[in-house]
């Protein structure tokens, strides 16, 4: 099937890319459109081309999935594709509208001309998978935009409207109404003053303070960017565009591209790239599954997740009914709401009319009834089975047929909860990651008996509250708190054995964890974990206790809530401070274990809390209770701080390989997981 349309128009030829939804530029595609840029100038009739895509893209760029195939290497390549619309004799207009990323940016900076909508998105966010533009990006956008513009651009990788272009050598008009008709106007006026070839290629940077400018953002990103080598890659071919020719500049590049391309970090963004579109992705559920309306939601319990929740609807214009058992507590809790939505307004996150909207669309209440015209009914009340069984019972009078009725349960049995109505088929859980309307993963729990459509339509929902989901299968803590429980628990032996909390935090931050395990309990809070392992011991009577955890909670050291955790902190502060206090707890715990401490390597650190997490991973996996290995990366890296340039905890297992991982854990005591064992013993990954 023809991923181009070509068609005339007087003088003017028209080159419609037609490769939905987002017109990547694979061969075919790039084939088609060398064909018909020949085409066009074997035509003496045509004076003038444009090339142009839909409402939607121009285009998303390089087809990501032909990397390292035959078909991305196979010409022409993008490179060459610019080149032959760069050396046509003809005035070549690119006409942007929608999405114009990586390649889809890199094309028209080729062309002679560009024309745009003024909302068309502008972006080279190749950096975000661990590479930089490869076709030029990275010589012809600063001889279009600047430096300074261009460099920002490339090394965020975050997209820019057109109109803030308006008046660069990047944009030669803005069109306002119909993108083709503009565009053939623009190319008729071309035509009629015989107007010559404009190459950015040409274009001589002349800019006194770009040379330190460069220099103060090289020390600026070095400092922020531990982990990931592309961004400095991009200043040094950004560098090349005003100090080197500009076939030298794109020598450099493209030797930076390959260097790049094959860097574990790289590698592992681009795992992501493709992790993260599969999530959606549910074998026994057809994608034409029939979906159920959304329209108003319901939230149970105005607390921090509560109100997090509330706001993620909110956000996207779905109005919400928050409801709560006193008017204290719900006063609180919208007060919390009016606070961030003050603090966005100052940040100039929303305007004063966005503002206005979400105030009246959010319906405080203290009765269930006023419930019963929710389409989703989301409960994020204390997690206790018994408030939950309450809570749902209640549900199961009031909803109306259809409705969706969700528990935010971070570990109790959703089957179980499901079981204390008449409409199990209708109960699914969604379980937010605090502050819910700022965390992107959604851990969405599928019960035993949680209708398809219901899960197709929680999955759809995603997209709209700007979410990410990854679906779960019903057991304790379900993906991320299950295996978070055996990272937890080997911190606790490593500080029993001779380590101290800031050694294993340090030696966990630097390997690239957002947060080390101590500075994370102190701000999700001591008594959060207390509450967990209370259960535990309860359901488990051998279970060994986690003396020093247990007493800290015991002196009311919460965490940053009450000054005092596993550090200590000054009013106002959340800075963590090493505290005498916490290390004679620990000394005593030692001498009541009989363990004398011991020097404790950062590697052994690293590994005795990497390789039980991933071990869980293995168990889950084999449980079925997660779909993929994929998507158990997606939930740590967007759920638990987990580096995305390691590409999630199964994916860095791959790169360490199953082999290595059980001969340390063996080493260390642990016990190996049999999927794990079984792919060391074939020498196969988990991706």
């Known amino acids: 099937m023809s991923k181009t349309k070509y068609t005339t128009q007087g003088q003017v030829a028209v080159i419609t890319l037609d490769n939905p939804p987002l017109n990547t530029f694979g061969y075919e595609q790039r084939k088609e459109i060398a064909d018909a840029i020949d085409k066009s100038e074997a035509d003496n009739t045509v004076k003038a081309i444009i090339i142009i895509g839909s409402d939607k893209a121009f285009s998303g760029g390089a087809d990501i999935s032909e990397f390292g195939t035959a078909k991305g290497f196979a010409q022409p390549d993008l490179r060459t594709l610019i080149s032959i619309i760069e050396s046509c004799s003809k005035p070549v207009i690119a006409a942007l509208s929608g999405v114009c990323f990586g390649g889809g940016l890199e094309v028209p900076l080729g062309c002679h001309y560009r024309v745009a909508k003024p909302d068309a998105s502008l972006g080279q966010p190749e950096v975000k998978i661990g590479i930089l533009p490869g076709a030029g ?71 006194p303070t770009a040379e330190p400018f460069m ?188 409705a969706i009725l969700a528990t935010n349960t971070s570990t109790l049995d959703l089957n179980k909860i499901a079981s204390f109505t008449k409409r199990p088929q209708d109960v699914i859980g969604m379980h937010f990651f605090s502050p819910a309307n700022i965390m992107k993963l959604l851990e969405i729990v599928r019960g035993k008996q949680t209708g398809k459509d219901v899960l197709a339509t929680i999955m759809a929902l995603c997209k709209r509250i700007k979410k990410i989901g990854v679906v779960a299968g019903v057991c304790e803590g379900f993906i991320g708190n299950r295996m978070l429980l055996k990272y937890l628990f080997e911190t606790a032996k490593l500080i029993e054995e001779g380590a101290s909390p800031q050694q294993v935090d340090k030696a966990l931050e630097n390997w690239g964890m957002a947060m080390g395990p101590f500075r994370m309990q102190d701000l999700s809070g001591l008594d959060v974990g207390m509450f967990i392992r209370k259960k535990l011991y309860a359901e488990n009577p051998k279970m060994k206790h986690d003396i020093i955890s ?25 800075d963590p401070l090493p505290d005498p206090a916490v290390d004679k707890v620990i000394e005593d715990a030692r001498k009541e274990l009989e363990m004398t401490p011991r020097k404790i390597s950062d590697s052994e650190i690293v590994e005795r809390c990497i390789y039980p997490l991933i071990n869980e991973g293995a168990k ?47 080493q260390f005591g642990l016990t190996p997981a049999p999927l794990l064992l079984k792919l060391a013993e074939t020498g196969k990954t988990f991706n």
Not at 623 to 652: H, K, N, Q, T, V
């Open 137 to 207: 990006g990275t010589q012809r956008l600063p001889r279009a935009i600047g430096v300074e513009k261009a460099l920002n651009m490339i090394v965020s990788g975050n997209p820019v409207p057109a109109i803030k272009f308006k008046d660069t050598d990047l944009i030669d008009e803005i069109i306002e109404g119909d993108l083709r008709e503009g565009a053939l106007a623009f190319a008729n006026k071309l035509i009629a003053k015989g107007s010559p070839l404009k190459r950015i290629r040409d274009i001589k940077i002349v800019d």
């Open 215 to 402: 220099g103060f953002a090289k020390n600026t990103i070095t400092a922020a960017i531990k982990g990931y080598p592309a961004p400095l890659k991009c200043i040094e071919a950004i560098k090349a565009s005003f100090t080197k020719p500009f076939e030298e500049g794109m020598k450099l590049e493209l030797e930076s591209l390959i260097a790049l391309f094959q860097t574990p970090e790289s590698k592992s963004l681009r795992h992501l790239f493709f992790a993260e579109r599969m999530t959606s992705k549910i074998p026994d559920i057809p994608e034409d599954t029939p979906t159920r309306k959304i329209e108003k939601v319901a939230v149970i319990g105005a607390g921090t997740m509560g109100g997090g929740i509330a706001m993620t609807f909110l956000n996207v214009g779905i109005p919400v009914t928050l409801l709560e058992v006193t008017q204290e507590a719900l006063d609180k809790g919208l007060d919390t709401i009016k606070k961030n939505y003050m603090g966005a307004l100052q940040r100039g996150k929303v305007t004063m009319e966005e503002l206005t909207h979400i105030q009246s669309i959010v319906k405080p209440t203290l009765s269930f009834d006023d419930l019963k015209d929710a389409d989703l009914i989301i409960e994020a009340v204390f997690e206790d089975m018994t408030i939950k069984e309450g809570v749902f019972k209640k549900l199961d009078a009031i909803a109306k047929p259809g």
């Open 550 to 574: 247990d007493k800290l909670f015991e002196l009311g050291r919460y965490g940053q809530k009450t000054g005092a955790g596993w550090y200590r902190y000054e009013p106002g502060i959340r």
């Open 620 to 666: 889950i996996l084999e449980e079925g209770i997660a779909l993929r290995a994929s998507d158990i990366d997606i939930a740590y890296i967007y759920g638990y701080g987990f580096p995305p340039f390691r590409g999630g905890p199964m994916f860095y297992a791959d790169t360490v390989s199953p082999y290595t991982i059980v001969h340390s854990m063996k």
